[in-house]
Every structure is written in structure tokens, then in C-alpha cells.
């Protein structure tokens, strides 16, 4: 059983009460926290307020759903009415949305406990967290790695069982890679599967919100809880939630599985853990063949040149007049535009917005943008062949485990080419779900399951029943 | 191609970036370092090739005009920097 049936039954039987509940991870989670730099900010009043708000229910003998009184984090790019929510940006410091992202709402009428907003790569660029405005993120596994990026906060929370589960946005990999990296389960829905309202937008083709929790069924509950279609957003795809507990312990005897080879030009450590999960596979009745996605390696190109353009063009809406930051010492509107921007946005940002207008200016619209666009036509092409033969991909989430702080920041090449095994399923579309596979030099090392568009019902069954099969969930990171 | 601090300038001031002077010279190196990273799709013919801008099957979603209730005034300045009234207030256009 996961943890969020399992709190569920206790809190039906009067094992403790949901106050009880959340006070305890508070003062858990505020020790954690002040070693690990998850969160940016903690809502411990209102947490409190809405777990006495369950209790009430439980008392009156009310029906409450299955992630009634669950401590939770989201990620501090999705919109919490009356919630600071910073995008892990300086533009947006003091910024309190007016409305809940249409997750919020959902997982508030489950009744999950928010007990903060996780820390994150400004406006989910970066891949170790190091791009927040505000602080670092450590890995629980080892304070001076990083958890992986963007959704490093949501991911490190999870794996430092501060909270039950978290909400993260993966737009080139930013929930698999953390989760990966924090050794926890993550997964990135196909695109259209779960709302986009209220996320503030990265790269609007890209983006995806989902789940980060500590074992695959918990993971689950909460897509359960989070897909399906919004009006709110017009790229939702008009199909109802998942219901994935209904077959997630299948049989997977004669599951086809691809193992395309070109993901697998890695670290040797990192390549001899996922080799032995592929062996299990085997010994649990799956066919394991290797195979071939010929456009790999123009993958990463692509990708940041479409995810610069569309976030040059998303980020167009900070400009210091109707929220946000402003520079005040200027005597004109553009000036006072220019300068806030350049004063409010940080480093990496403003690289992306320059390579994004660059690519999308007159005389270099085809050259850049459009041939990505091309590329990823090609992209998608051989994912759909894959996909005739095969059930589901499996890959490393990363090609190296979890780096040293410091170690790649200098390097924007080196950093963008750590995300070689993700950006391509954004650039498809496709679903993705990330679990531990191993462990190597006490580091965890991430597996990714991939499979067509809207079938993570299947992936959450394969990847459920490869934990059952070992105990990488159940190990505890000792933060020091 | 390559970029030079010409290019830069132009380039920030489309996306209305007011860089200093050391930020222009860092980010020329930078953004030649990234440009010539993506040099590599040239090596790919893509001739005939359909580009892919989205890849979910939707067009033109339409909802039925019919006027529903919006965000309230309040909420909508509640975060403005300045305002005036029930106006966004910003400094000379002109």
C-alpha cells in the first residue's frame, strides 16, 4: 500500500486527526527545509485552517476523498490564490495570483493540505536548480549535488519525505530529471492530459504540469486526481481523468519494451544500473529488444530553439505595468519596461528571451525556429514507428547521476546537453514517467518509461509493478 | 552566422532588454556559443518536411459567445505596480 491510502485509513479510523497530521510534517518539514532550501515560501496557517476543515468532515462522519488531510508542495510556477507565487523569479517577488490553477482546484476539492511553494530554476529554466533567484535546492541524497532542475524543490521535498507528494512542471524534462535525481517517482503526462491554466507559461507547446511522489501508486492517485479536460485551456485534450488503480497491478508477461540504443551514451555507472532493471524486465516475462530513434541527435538543438522562441514570447507579459515589479526611476514607458526587465530577470532568462527573438527576427525565422519545427516532425516520426513494435521505451532519465553544485553552471552547453535523455518527449508529446532503478555511489539512478500519447495507465502499471519487485522507494536519503 | 554586438543591441531591444554594457559583451560570447550549438540541425535535409507547431490534433476551439462572469476589477489591479483609479498607471508614453 502506498502512503496516501495508508494515512487514509488512519485518519478514517481516528489514528490521529489531520491537524495532528499536518502540524507534525510543519515542524518536520521546517528542520528539513533549512538544510535542503525547498521551499520559498511555507503556508502554515492556512495548512493548519484547511486540515481542521477535514477533520470537521471526518467528525460529522462526511465522505472525504482519498487525498483528504495529504501535506503536499507545489511548485511555485502554478497559481494559488492568495499565495505568493514567484516563478522562482525576482520579476514576480511579492506577486499574489487572484485565481487557483485548475490543479489547485481539483486537488483543494480532494481536500490536499498545501504546506508550500517549492522552490525552482527561475521560470523553470535550468536543469540543477540553480537558477532560482532566491537559493540553492541540495540533494537529500548528498547537500553538495544538485537535485536536478527545474522542479528540483518539489522533487527534493518528496524525496526528503518533507511532504507526501508534490506538483512540479516538466517542459524539457524538469519533473523526470529531478525525480531521478532525488530518486522518487515523477511523471510527465502527455501533453493536453492535465490543464495548463494557471501554470505560468514556460514554453506553452512544451509545458506540462504532474505528479513527484515517493512510490508509483501515490503518483498515480494524484494524476488520478489532476488530468482531464479544462475548458479553462484550450490544448487540454477532451478525455476524463485517468483511472489508473484500476490496473495498475497488471500482469506484464510478454510486454514488448524498446531499448533505443542512442539513449544509452552515458556514464557507465548510471548505464550498468539501468542494464540490471532491463534484466528484471526479462525475468518478469517482458521482451526486451534493442532499438533505434534515428533523429536523436538533433533533439536538443530543437528544443532550445522552440522553447527559447515560445518563452521570449510568454515572457513578453512581464513588462513591470499590470503586476510584477517595476523599476521606478524611469521617465518613460519603455524605458521603464527595458529597465525592469533587465534589473528583475536573471541570467539564464534573459539569455533564453535573447536567443528566442533572435531565432523568431526577420532573415533568421526559417533558419532557426522553423527548422525546428521540421526536426520535430521527424522527431515524432520515429517515436510513431517505435511504437508500432513496442509497448513502451525505456532510457535513463539522464545520461550522468546527480552532479556536484557548481560544477556545470559556468557551461551552458555542457548543462543543456544533460538533458539529452527528456526534451525529446516534450518535443513529441508523448508521456513519461521516471522511478529509481538503483543506486550507485549511494546516489539513486532515474529510469524512464515512455509510451504513446495518453496511455499513462500503462506506464504507471509497468512502473508499478518493476517497484514491486525491489525496495529502492522504501530507502531514506539521511540529509547531513 | 555569427553575432555581433550589433546584433546584440538589436536583439535586446526587440525584447526590450536594457543590457549594460558588460551584460552585451557576455552575452555575444554566449549567444554565439548556443547558435553554433544549434548549427547542427543544418546538417539535416528537412526539404518537404511538414513543420510540427503542436502535437495534439486541435484546431480553432470556439466557445459558444456567450458572456460569463470575469475577474473583478479589485483582483485585476490588486498586484498592479501603480495605479490610478480603476486604471494601470505607468510614466510618459511620450
New interface residues.
Given amino acids: 500500500m502506498g502512503r496516501i491510502k495508508e494515512i487514509h485509513k488512519q485518519l478514517l479510523e481516528k489514528d490521529f486527526s489531520a491537524v495532528e497530521l499536518t502540524k507534525e510534517y510543519l515542524t518536520k518539514l521546517k528542520v528539513s527545509e533549512s538544510k535542503l532550501g525547498t521551499y520559498l515560501s511555507i503556508t502554515e496557517d492556512k495548512a493548519i485552517e484547511d486540515a481542521l476543515i477535514i477533520d470537521k468532515k471526518i467528525a460529522r462522519g462526511e465522505k472525504i476523498g482519498l487525498l483528504a488531510g495529504i501535506p503536499m508542495g507545489i511548485k511555485d510556477n502554478i497559481s494559488t490564490k492568495g499565495i505568493t507565487t514567484t516563478c522562482g523569479s525576482k520579476i514576480l517577488e511579492?506577486?499574489?495570483p487572484?485565481?487557483n490553477a485548475t490543479v489547485i482546484e481539483k486537488l483543494y476539492n480532494e481536500g490536499g493540505i498545501i504546506l508550500g511553494k517549492c522552490n525552482m530554476d527561475e521560470f523553470a529554466m535550468g536543469s540543477s536548480n540553480e537558477n532560482s533567484a532566491y537559493k540553492l535546492v541540495r540533494n537529500p541524497w548528498d547537500i553538495n549535488r544538485v537535485p536536478g532542475g527545474s522542479s528540483g524543490g518539489s522533487a527534493a521535498t518528496v524525496g526528503a519525505e518533507e511532504v507526501i507528494f508534490s506538483l512540479g512542471s516538466d517542459t524539457g524534462g524538469s519533473i523526470r530529471q529531478p525525480a531521478g535525481f532525488c530518486g522518487v517517482a515523477g511523471m510527465k503526462p502527455t501533453?493536453?492530459r492535465v490543464s495548463r491554466y494557471g501554470l505560468i507559461a514556460y514554453a506553452s507547446?512544451l509545458d506540462q504540469i504532474g505528479p513527484i511522489a515517493k512510490n508509483v501508486e501515490d503518483c498515480a492517485i494524484v494524476h488520478d486526481a489532476i488530468s482531464g479536460y479544462d475548458?479553462m485551456d484550450?490544448?487540454s485534450?477532451n478525455l476524463p481523468p485517468t483511472k489508473t488503480l484500476d490496473n495498475i497491478n497488471r500482469d506484464i508477461k510478454g510486454l514488448r519494451i524498446g531499448v533505443p540504443k542512442e539513449y544509452f551514451g552515458g556514464d557507465e555507472k548510471v548505464l550498468n544500473v539501468l542494464k540490471k532493471a532491463l534484466a528484471k524486465f526479462e525475468e518478469m516475462g517482458a521482451i526486451v529488444e534493442e532499438t533505434t530513434l534515428p533523429?536523436t541527435?538533433?533533439a536538443?538543438?530543437?528544443y532550445?530553439?522552440i522553447a527559447s522562441a515560445e518563452a521570449?514570447s510568454n515572457l513578453?507579459r512581464f513588462?513591470?505595468?499590470?503586476?510584477?515589479?517595476?523599476d521606478?526611476d524611469?521617465?518613460?514607458?519603455?524605458?521603464?519596461?527595458?529597465?525592469t526587465?533587465?534589473e528583475f530577470?536573471g541570467k539564464e532568462v534573459?539569455?533564453r528571451?535573447?536567443?528566442g527573438?533572435?531565432a523568431l527576427?526577420a532573415g533568421?525565422y526559417d533558419?532557426?525556429y522553423?527548422?525546428?519545427?521540421?526536426?520535430?516532425?521527424?522527431l515524432?516520426a520515429d517515436f510513431d514507428l517505435a511504437f508500432k513494435k513496442y509497448d513502451v521505451l525505456i532510457t535513463p532519465v539522464a545520461p550522468t547521476l546527480p552532479f556536484k553544485i557548481g560544477e556545470n553552471i559556468k557551461d551552458?552547453?555542457t548543462m543543456?546537453l544533460g538533458d539529452i535523455c527528456t526534451v525529446t518527449i516534450n518535443?513529441?508529446?508523448i508521456p513519461g514517467i521516471a522511478i529509481p532503478c538503483g543506486f550507485t555511489d549511494g546516489l539513486p539512478v532515474g529510469m524512464q518509461i515512455l509510451g504513446k500519447?495518453f496511455s499513462e495507465e500503462l506506464l504507471f502499471n509497468v512502473a508499478h509493478r518493476f517497484e514491486s519487485n525491489n525496495d529502492f522507494h522504501l530507502r531514506k536519503p539521511e540529509v547531513k | 552566422m555569427s553575432i555581433t554586438n550589433k546584433d546584440v543591441l538589436h536583439v535586446a531591444g526587440l525584447a526590450r532588454l536594457g543590457l549594460n554594457d558588460e551584460e552585451t559583451i557576455a552575452y555575444e560570447k554566449e549567444l554565439n556559443d548556443v547558435l553554433d550549438f544549434m548549427e547542427k540541425l543544418n546538417k539535416l535535409d528537412t526539404e518537404g518536411v511538414e513543420p510540427t507547431n503542436h502535437v495534439l490534433d486541435i484546431h480553432n476551439v470556439f466557445r459558444t459567445d456567450i458572456i460569463e462572469a470575469s475577474l473583478d476589477v479589485e483582483d485585476v489591479l490588486a498586484n498592479a505596480p501603480d495605479r490610478d483609479d480603476d486604471y494601470f498607471k505607468v510614466p510618459s508614453i511620450l
Fill in positions: 511579492n506577486y499574489q487572484v485565481y501533453y493536453g507547446s475548458k484550450s490544448t485534450a533523429h541527435e538533433y536538443l538543438p530543437a532550445y530553439i521570449s513578453a513588462d513591470g505595468v499590470r503586476y510584477g515589479a517595476r521606478f524611469q521617465k518613460y514607458v519603455t524605458d521603464m519596461m527595458s529597465m526587465r533587465d530577470f534573459k539569455k528571451i535573447m536567443i527573438t533572435y527576427s533568421y533558419a532557426y522553423l527548422k525546428a519545427l521540421k526536426v520535430r516532425t521527424l515524432k551552458s552547453i543543456y518535443l513529441v508529446g500519447p
